[in-house]
């Protein structure tokens, strides 16, 4: 079984925030650019889920680097303090 990581507002309504679900979707689709051409990601979830998204297709070495990728790109939205980075099971590797 692969690896992926999820990444997810931890607000517990983040429709009631305003523009925390367009921030989010911004800083997605940052993520999106950056890593297209290193592993599974998807627009389509990205720009479609409120408040979560997934980067799949991991191997099991690329998961804290990936990671670290993801937050660096966080730092620069540095108004989405609530976001978690973790590492889940990748249900659709093949």
């Not at 720009?47 to 680097?65: A, P, Q």
Request: charged share 30%; with cysteine.
């Amino acid at each position: 079984m692969g690896r992926a990581l999820k990444v997810r507002l931890t607000v517990p309504n983040p429709l009631s925030v305003q523009d925390l679900v367009p921030n989010f979707k911004n800083f997605g689709e940052d993520v999106y650019r950056a890593l297209r051409d290193e592993c599974d990601i998807s627009i389509h979830e990205i720009d479609t889920e409120v408040s979560e998204f997934h980067v799949r297709g991991l191997h099991k070495r690329e998961v804290r680097t990936i990671a670290a990728k993801i937050r660096k790109i966080l730092e620069k939205h540095h108004w989405l303090s609530a976001v978690d980075v973790s590492e889940v099971s990748d249900d659709n590797a093949a």
